[in-house]
């Protein structure tokens, strides 16, 4: 496993690719949170409007980088054949897939901790001129809100390589990733019953995912902030466990 690890690590840190994106995940997630901090409106209905969710609106942007790098750790092997390679070097199939999720989880986390923790403290300098009191992180659901954040797009990242693994084909996971993150929530709007409207936010890793940034009018979530992730949590799995075994059972 150790070697699979630096072979893995020396792949990714040598491809361009790879590093520009992890850039993209930190600055277009800050950006788009800090511009969404700086529209909010002043002091009137303070109490109505989730500050720490605001700020980390550009998570909802990031996702999709994380998703494109997550979808490349193991497409671009497919693209180019060099799969075979690889897995000649690593015969245990298994211990392919762990190593890249491993590497793979680790970039992530480290991106998405300094672009959530960018966000906010971009959202303490913004909104007081807003007229708002600045979250802290030392608040319970402040600090529930970041830690669910680096989660979510850590299990984005996975979902993606777990896809990646059963299809085989970059364009393809790509585009089934970005539906179930960007298109899904679309059709969930247009369901014209409630009931049923409510329980497809339960089970969408977007829709209930991100409920973990949620730290006002907790009641009025269709899905509890721990168990949204935990929603999440099962997609990737799922996907990863897909992905695992069809990549024992098939041919590279």
């Known amino acids: 496993m150790r070697w699979a690890l630096r072979a893995e690590w020396t792949k990714l840190r040598t491809t361009p690719g790879p590093i520009w994106l992890l850039s993209a995940i930190v600055v277009l997630t800050v950006f788009v949170g800090t511009a969404a901090a700086a529209t909010l409106p002043g002091s009137p209905g303070e109490g109505n409007v989730d500050r720490v969710k605001v700020s980390l609106t550009g998570v909802q942007l990031g996702q999709a980088i994380v ?115 960007y298109v899904y929530p679309i059709i969930i709007q247009v369901v014209s019953d409630p009931h049923l409207q409510r329980r497809l936010q339960q089970i969408g890793p977007m829709s209930a995912g991100l409920a973990v940034q949620t730290t006002t009018h907790l009641s009025s979530l269709p899905i509890s902030p721990w168990r949204g992730l935990g929603v999440l949590a099962a997609w990737a799995a799922t996907a990863l466990l897909t992905g695992g075994v069809l990549l024992q059972r098939r041919d590279a």
Do not use: F, N, W
Request: net charge positive; with cysteine; aromatic share 2%.
């Open 67 to 181: 998703a494109i790098l997550a979808v490349l750790v193991i497409g671009t092997e497919y693209s180019t054949g060099m799969i075979a390679t690889t897995l000649t070097a690593v015969p245990r199939r298994t211990t392919v897939l762990a190593a890249k999720a491993t590497v793979l989880t680790g970039v992530v986390t480290a991106a998405a901790t300094i672009a959530v923790l960018g966000s906010l403290l971009a959202g303490r300098l913004v909104q007081p001129g807003h007229g708002y009191r600045p979250p802290s992180l030392a608040d319970g659901p402040v600090l529930r809100a970041a830690v669910g954040s680096v989660c979510y797009l850590t299990l984005i990242a996975l979902l993606g390589l777990g896809v990646t693994t059963a299809v085989r084909d970059s364009a393809s996971a790509i585009g089934i990733v970005l539906g179930l993150l």
